[in-house]
């Protein structure tokens, strides 16, 4: 890394509005006015507005009852996943992506039952 350089390793959702396509119920509570408080909100972004609202108690209690376990298991992986990151493990942080994914398929089924 020069002195003015940065090398960073990052994930970022390539296009957010594919967030909206493959989880709209879980966008939905994420962002239950809609629209997201964040320019370019992505997977990362939505995992942890999820467990924020689960946290403080903003989500229906019928979505935090079932799927309050899921949403933090989610969010334990967005922070693995961002750990590896920061600790230059981009392979581990690469496996997380898809467990994460997979994990918001599963919640998605889910709260698309509520």
């Known amino acids: 890394m020069g002195r003015v350089l940065q090398i960073r390793v990052m994930a970022v959702t390539y296009d957010p509005a594919e967030v909206q396509k493959r989880w709209p119920f ?4 994420a962002w239950a006015d809609g629209a997201p408080s964040e320019p370019r909100a992505g997977v990362l972004e939505m995992t942890q507005a999820l467990a924020d609202r689960l946290g403080i108690g903003m989500l229906p209690q019928s979505a935090a009852r079932a799927l309050g376990p899921e949403i ?6 967005r922070l693995r996943l ?13 496996r997380l992506s898809y467990e994460l994914e997979e994990a918001l398929d599963g919640l998605e089924e889910k709260a698309g039952k509520l």
């Open 26 to 29: 879980l966008r939905s509570l």
């Open 72 to 77: 933090k298991a989610a969010d334990s992986l």
């Open 82 to 94: 961002e750990a590896g990151l920061a600790d230059w493990r981009p392979a581990e942080a690469d």
